[in-house]
């Protein structure tokens, strides 16, 4: 390994380090890999994530081939085809070398040329940030087959909203990196997508709730209007990782309720597959939803965690959106199939290696992430 790249897999480290601390505004945008320009987007991570042609397509084949058991088992299990085109779905962020398996899984089937983006807004606290949806102004996001467009879906999404309820910050943006996670392979299986990001910081239920609701109603209309069917011609993903567990180096926040040793880490893993199999798999229900966000934070105080979930308001605002856009669409229920668990000690490493990729944390006992995939289509798509 060379020294530049030992220093910069240093450097990223201690950007996963301070997950959930607060670190300043001028550390974060020294960490961005490629800065963004004033209409593109630039890049966070170069370690992690594959960012040209050539890796994209090397990081596809070999997780196809690594994962083609559990591809034809899921296939089998929920009569999968090649015209498979999911809803929705919830899918890893983190390091291909550790959460590859859980992507590929699921952006097989995530075909629809307009993508909404729900993200985990990581430094939320950091910029003050809450209560509202936050948007971008970039025209373009990095891909490794050229730019991908950012959809004019966007604009027609802020004017139906009320002005209080989102934000546009193009700095919070560019220091993510939990959207520039699913850009590679979203843009391998559909070279044309455009994308709408969005990311969700702090709220309670009740505003979670609310916001949800409006945003359904505004992408009810612009899917009426434009006669477009779902998973067809817009599809919604959410991002987020699982537990982040352990004792170590996660800045002042640790979480380890069931001790680091082998033991705690089986019931680490039970409690994340709890959580997926009660509240985000199966139909989806706002009870539900509210639920599995009443896990993970105190409902008087969504600051404080209860189970360290990197998504827990990525996850139940997008699913909760997709609750209140089928009541306005009059669509069947949605359901969840759940594709992938596995966390960054249990997946085998898959060769990424040769590809110049590589990992941006540690993973041992003390210190490790859980990941999981789920698509979701309507009953009679099953």
Partial sequence: MTTKRLAFLMFILLCGLSTFGQTPRDELLKRVAIPSQKDLRGLVDLVGFSHTRDQTNSVVSILEKVERKKILENQRKYNFD????FIAGICPHDDYFYAGRGYIQLMKYIN???????????????????????FDSFKNWRGPYGNISVSPVREEIKKGLDEEDYLVDDEVQTVEHSLEAL??????????VEIVPILVPYMNWEKMDELASRLASVLAEII????????????????????????????????CPFGTDADGYKKGVKQDMALIKNYLCGEIETSRIRDFFWKCVDPNDPYQYKITWCGRF???????????????????????VFLRYGTSLSFPAPPLEKLNLGTTYYSNLHHWVGFTSIGYLMDEDK
Avoid: E
Wanted: proline share 4%; aromatic share 18%.
């Fill in 82 to 85: 090649s015209n498979t085109s």
């Fill in 112 to 134: 629809a040329p307009k993508v909404i983006l729900f993200g985990t807004c990581h430094w939320a606290k950091t910029y003050g940030l809450k209560d509202k949806f936050i």
């Fill in 183 to 192: 850009l590679p392979f979203l843009q391998h299986f559909n070279r044309s």
């Fill in 224 to 255: 009426k209007k434009n006669n477009w069917k779902l998973g067809k011609d817009i599809a919604f993903l959410i991002s987020t990782d699982c537990v982040h567990y352990g004792d170590y180096g996660w800045s002042y926040y640790n979480y």
């Fill in 314 to 336: 990525s996850v139940p605002m997008g699913l909760n959106f997709l609750f209140h856009l089928g009541r306005k669409l009059q669509h069947k229920p949605f359901n969840g």
